[in-house]
Protein backbone atom coordinates (compact mmCIF):
# COMPACT_ATOMS: atom_id res chain seq x y z
CA UNK A 1 0.00 0.00 0.00
CA UNK A 2 0.97 3.16 -1.28
CA UNK A 3 0.15 6.73 0.59
CA UNK A 4 0.63 9.58 -1.70
CA UNK A 5 1.45 13.74 -0.04
CA UNK A 6 1.48 16.21 -3.11
CA UNK A 7 2.49 19.86 -2.92
CA UNK A 8 3.73 22.64 -4.77
CA UNK A 9 0.62 23.73 -6.17
CA UNK A 10 -0.22 27.46 -6.41
CA UNK A 11 -0.92 30.78 -8.29
CA UNK A 12 1.04 31.34 -11.66
CA UNK A 13 0.36 33.41 -14.70
CA UNK A 14 0.23 32.27 -18.11
CA UNK A 15 3.86 31.39 -19.31
CA UNK A 16 5.06 30.34 -16.23
CA UNK A 17 6.32 27.49 -14.43
CA UNK A 18 5.12 24.93 -11.48
CA UNK A 19 7.15 21.90 -9.97
CA UNK A 20 4.36 19.78 -8.06
CA UNK A 21 5.68 16.85 -6.03
CA UNK A 22 3.99 13.83 -4.79
CA UNK A 23 5.78 11.90 -1.96
CA UNK A 24 5.22 8.15 -1.88
CA UNK A 25 6.04 6.28 1.73
CA UNK A 26 5.23 2.95 0.23
CA UNK A 27 6.90 0.49 -2.53
CA UNK A 28 8.37 1.30 -6.00
CA UNK A 29 6.61 -1.41 -7.90
CA UNK A 30 4.01 0.95 -8.78
CA UNK A 31 2.66 3.19 -11.53
CA UNK A 32 2.09 6.98 -10.28
CA UNK A 33 0.12 8.81 -12.49
CA UNK A 34 -0.64 12.24 -12.51
CA UNK A 35 -4.67 13.25 -12.94
CA UNK A 36 -6.34 16.26 -12.84
CA UNK A 37 -9.73 18.29 -12.64
CA UNK A 38 -11.14 21.54 -13.45
CA UNK A 39 -14.50 22.88 -12.13
CA UNK A 40 -16.89 21.42 -14.68
CA UNK A 41 -15.10 18.52 -15.98
CA UNK A 42 -14.15 15.18 -15.65
CA UNK A 43 -11.14 14.02 -14.24
CA UNK A 44 -8.11 13.31 -16.83
CA UNK A 45 -5.06 11.87 -17.21
CA UNK A 46 -2.42 14.47 -17.52
CA UNK A 47 1.10 11.96 -17.21
CA UNK A 48 2.51 8.60 -15.62
CA UNK A 49 5.38 7.03 -14.98
CA UNK A 50 5.60 3.21 -14.41
CA UNK A 51 8.02 1.45 -12.08
CA UNK A 52 10.84 1.80 -15.01
CA UNK A 53 10.60 4.93 -15.75
CA UNK A 54 8.77 4.70 -19.26
CA UNK A 55 6.48 8.03 -19.27
CA UNK A 56 3.60 8.90 -21.19
CA UNK A 57 1.53 12.43 -21.20
CA UNK A 58 -1.49 14.05 -22.64
CA UNK A 59 -1.64 15.33 -25.65
CA UNK A 60 -2.59 18.76 -24.16
CA UNK A 61 0.26 18.65 -21.83
CA UNK A 62 3.32 17.13 -24.15
CA UNK A 63 6.14 19.18 -24.69
CA UNK A 64 5.31 21.56 -21.59
CA UNK A 65 5.29 19.13 -18.74
CA UNK A 66 7.91 16.76 -17.54
CA UNK A 67 7.31 13.92 -15.17
CA UNK A 68 10.38 12.28 -13.22
CA UNK A 69 11.18 9.90 -10.55
CA UNK A 70 13.94 9.57 -8.02
CA UNK A 71 13.46 6.12 -6.85
CA UNK A 72 16.41 7.16 -4.13
CA UNK A 73 13.85 9.91 -2.71
CA UNK A 74 10.67 7.86 -3.47
CA UNK A 75 9.53 11.43 -5.02
CA UNK A 76 7.58 11.66 -8.01
CA UNK A 77 7.59 15.64 -9.78
CA UNK A 78 5.81 16.86 -12.61
CA UNK A 79 7.31 20.26 -13.92
CA UNK A 80 4.92 22.19 -15.97
CA UNK A 81 6.02 24.64 -18.13
CA UNK A 82 4.83 27.58 -20.20
CA UNK A 83 1.52 27.36 -18.30
CA UNK A 84 -2.32 28.72 -19.41
CA UNK A 85 -5.56 29.28 -18.44
CA UNK A 86 -7.15 26.05 -19.55
CA UNK A 87 -4.25 24.16 -17.10
CA UNK A 88 -6.05 25.48 -14.15
CA UNK A 89 -7.06 22.31 -12.27
CA UNK A 90 -7.15 20.51 -8.89
CA UNK A 91 -3.74 18.21 -9.46
CA UNK A 92 -3.47 14.95 -8.25
CA UNK A 93 -1.29 11.96 -8.35
CA UNK A 94 -1.88 8.17 -7.92
CA UNK A 95 -0.61 5.57 -8.11
CA UNK A 96 -1.50 1.48 -9.60
CA UNK A 97 -0.23 -1.78 -10.73
CA UNK A 98 0.88 -3.21 -13.72
CA UNK A 99 2.26 -6.53 -14.41
CA UNK A 100 4.01 -4.95 -17.07
CA UNK A 101 6.78 -2.84 -15.41
CA UNK A 102 7.35 -0.71 -18.93
CA UNK A 103 3.50 0.09 -19.05
CA UNK A 104 1.27 3.32 -17.64
CA UNK A 105 -1.73 4.63 -18.41
CA UNK A 106 -4.29 7.78 -18.12
CA UNK A 107 -7.04 6.14 -17.04
CA UNK A 108 -8.49 6.70 -13.96
CA UNK A 109 -9.79 3.01 -13.10
CA UNK A 110 -6.43 2.03 -13.22
CA UNK A 111 -5.28 3.92 -9.78
CA UNK A 112 -6.29 3.03 -6.52
CA UNK A 113 -4.37 5.17 -4.45
CA UNK A 114 -5.01 8.95 -4.44
CA UNK A 115 -3.25 11.83 -3.14
CA UNK A 116 -5.57 15.01 -1.47
CA UNK A 117 -4.91 16.82 -4.29
CA UNK A 118 -3.09 20.56 -4.80
CA UNK A 119 -4.82 23.86 -6.72
CA UNK A 120 -3.42 25.14 -9.88
CA UNK A 121 -4.54 28.16 -10.92
CA UNK A 122 -3.21 30.13 -14.26
CA UNK A 123 -4.48 33.62 -14.48
CA UNK A 124 -3.05 36.83 -15.23
Known amino acids: QVQLVESGGGLVQPGGSLRLSCAAS??????VGWFRQAPGKEREGVSC???????NYADSVKGRFTLSRDNAKNTISLQMNSLKPEDTAVYYC????????????????????WGQGTQVTVSS
Open 26 to 31: GSTFYA
Open 94 to 113: ASGYYTDSQRCGLVVADYDN
Open 49 to 55: ISSDFVR
